[in-house]
């Protein structure tokens, strides 16, 4: 597998959602085992005749059901040459290139071959593996159990959430079943099959570890849609894009990553849930891509103390630190301070749900929002719209908390404004932030600009300092950071 935490995407916290539509394939079930569809997405809705197996008595009843099934990915691909000839065999035994070597241009160099994983879908060909095992692909083959090479096409690529469809000609393919990665529970035993380090066709046992994995510390794996399976069965590199399947003989995720092992990690491997995958794969077998439609705010997550000072019983939902001119919230009448806490009927119980839930919901789709405003819910109607690739990148929003005040301000005038790239914001320019104070820790910097001040507004000293005064224990900012708003808590302990 090529990717580990080491090259984790990123993520932005913009507010997306994807355009589902009908996926004509139909899926030949395997005759030993059980499948749980989902209507939306398979439209067959016959079943091969034979046997069934609702409840397989040993991994080997599932491994040779399923091998048919899973295919290993050769890629062949081609790299760029930046190095003088015998330069990546010095650095292998030394680290560090000669002395005094001139590094010549970029050119082409000749072909590397890659190996992934892939799974049948349908009985015409169609293969589920991971964006990155066919990215920038020269040539695909699929190789079967029985040692069948087929070449494939790259019907479709989604970067975001790394996956990608794949075909092959034919016809009458055995497939994988399709699971609920939503049903699935933590402890359950799980299967993995693959082309680890090219062996091809290796399965592994374990059990599921975690649901809804956003990242691992502060990184994460893929970007927004960040929602992974955690499982203990071996996962390594070229088992990526295969399977991994529950006790039913269903496929509940695709094998994506894994934490690296140099920083001391094991039996830590992930994969992306086979429902998101349902969502994507219409999308990539009639356009080639997701399109994405845009709601046009930016979130942060809901800590205990922005709780209290949103009047919310429980941390919960997605605090709206901005909302955009001219999108589908600010014609709605989103405000900045909102709390979304559902979406089109969905609950929003944590600010990572939001892209999820509304990358479920086309563009042009008219949907309910509930949001916790003042300590009141209140009920708005959205139009999601298309979102362009640049608008996608919008910065993350990262909550700050703190355990104790100390910064200095200065009314935020035209020429800092003009420095800053600020206009028309009007606010109290934060010029030192005191090391180890309750400002610091807050995560306060120079060049912020406080706006208000528990939801009051400030653009002079007098104003600032009236807010901030008889406020104990802590008290609530939202800053203009560069283009983007946040709110941050600054808290200290009643005896300072």
Same mark, same amino acid.
């Given at each position: ?135 920038? $692909? ?243 109607? $959205? ?56 400002? $610091? ?56």
């Amino acid at each position: 597998m090529k990717r580990t935490w080491m090259i984790a995407v990123a993520a932005g916290l913009a507010a997306l959602a994807l355009v589902v539509g009908p996926f004509d394939l139909s899926i030949d079930l395997h005759p030993n085992l059980a499948s749980a569809r989902s209507e939306a997405f398979w439209t067959d809705a016959g079943e091969t005749a034979g046997p069934r197996v609702a409840n397989p008595t040993s991994f080997a009843d599932m491994a040779e059901a399923l091998s048919p099934a899973v295919v290993s990915v050769k890629v062949d691909k081609k790299v760029e040459q930046t190095a003088f000839e015998g330069q990546e065999l010095f650095e292998e035994f030394f680290g560090r290139p000669p002395q005094g070597r001139r590094q010549p241009r970029s050119r082409r160099g000749p072909s590397v071959q890659h190996a992934g994983s892939g799974f049948v879908i349908s009985g015409d060909g169609y293969i589920v593996t991971n964006n990155h095992v066919v990215e920038n $692909a020269e040539k695909v083959v699929a190789i079967f159990s029985d040692g069948t090479e087929l070449e494939a096409q790259v019907v479709g690529r989604d970067p975001k959430t790394d996956l990608a469809l794949i075909k092959v000609e034919g016809e009458g393919f055995e497939v994988t079943p399709l699971g609920d990665s939503a049903d699935v529970r933590v402890g359950e035993w799980v299967m993995a099959i693959g082309n680890p380090f090219g062996l091809e066709h290796t399965v592994t046992v374990g059990i599921l570890s975690a649901k809804g994995r956003r990242g691992f510390g502060d990184e994460r794996i893929a970007g927004p849609y960040d929602d992974f399976l955690q499982t203990d069965a071996s996962i390594n590199p070229g088992n990526s894009g295969g399977p991994l399947i529950d006790m039913q003989g269903r496929v509940i995720g695709i094998n994506t990553a894994i934490a690296n092992p140099r920083i001391g990690a094991q039996g830590i491997g992930f994969a992306i849930p086979i429902n998101m995958a349902k969502d994507l794969l219409p999308q990539l077998k009639e356009t080639g891509k997701v399109t994405r439609g845009w709601l046009g705010v930016q979130i942060q997550r809901v800590t205990p103390n922005l709780a209290k000072t949103f009047e919310l019983d429980t941390p919960r939902g997605a605090l709206v630190g901005q909302v955009f001119e001219n999108t589908p919230a600010a014609k709605a009448g989103l405000k900045t301070g909102d709390v979304i806490v559902e979406f089109a009927g969905r609950e929003v119980s944590d600010f990572d749900d939001l892209p999820r839930i509304v990358a479920s919901t086309p563009p042009g789709t008219k949907v309910h929002v509930k949001v916790m405003r003042n300590g009141k819910i209140r009920k708005l109607d $959205a139009t999601l719209e298309r979102m362009e690739d640049e608008e996608a990148t919008v910065p993350a929003v990262h909550e700050s908390t703190s355990s104790e005040w100390g910064f200095e301000t200065r009314r935020l005038d035209d020429e800092s404004a003009t420095e800053l790239g600020l206009e028309d914001v009007e606010g109290m320019l934060v010029v030192e932030v005191e090391a180890g104070s309750p400002a $610091a820790e807050a995560g306060l910097r120079r060049g912020d600009v406080i706006l208000e001040v528990n939801r009051k507004k400030v653009d002079r000293a007098k104003e600032l300092q009236a807010a901030l005064e008889g406020q104990t224990d802590h008290a609530t900012l939202l800053l203009q950071r560069g283009q983007s708003t946040m709110y941050v808590v600054l808290e200290r302990s009643v005896s300072d």
